[in-house]
């Protein structure tokens, strides 16, 4: 089974920057898709960012376009670059790994499944 462990979470200031690492152990032929989510207090957990086939495509929610960077290289470490930081980025970060179900639409809702996760990493922006 593929394991995920998380790296880099950081209080920072609004305008900030900050990069989170996730490295990846076990990947095997049926992982093709990774990704970041993230879950404020006393809200649900919302994809950030994904990666498809070690960056073949990547995929980003509205709220985080322009502003974050997801990335992969070959030894299996994804990263998010996030600039530009705000106060509602506050958040406890997850990577996840799983595969990418296009048939089923977005991958925010449905189209991808994910079967492995990291255990977070806290980010933190103030204003």
């Known amino acids: 089974q593929v394991q995920l462990s998380e790296s880099g979470g950081d209080s920072v200031q609004a305008g900030g920057s900050l990069r989170l690492s996730c490295e990846a152990s076990?990947?095997?032929?049926?992982?093709?898709?990774m990704a970041w989510f993230r879950q404020a207090p006393g809200k649900e957990r919302e994809g950030v960012a994904g990666?498809?086939?070690?960056?073949?495509?990547t995929y980003y929610a509205d709220s985080v376009k322009g502003r974050f960077t997801i990335s992969q290289d070959s030894a299996n470490t994804m990263y998010l670059q996030m600039n530009s930081l705000k106060p509602e980025d506050t958040a406890v970060y997850f990577c996840?790994?799983?595969?990418?179900?296009?048939?089923?639409?977005?991958?925010?809702?449905?189209?991808?499944?994910?079967?492995?996760w990291g255990q977070g990493t806290q980010v933190t922006v103030s204003s």
């Open positions: 996840a790994a799983g595969r990418l179900l296009p048939h089923r639409g977005s991958w925010l809702a449905g189209g991808a499944e994910f079967d492995s």
């Open positions: 076990g990947i095997t032929y049926s992982t093709n898709f």
């Open positions: 990666i498809f086939g070690a960056g073949v495509t």
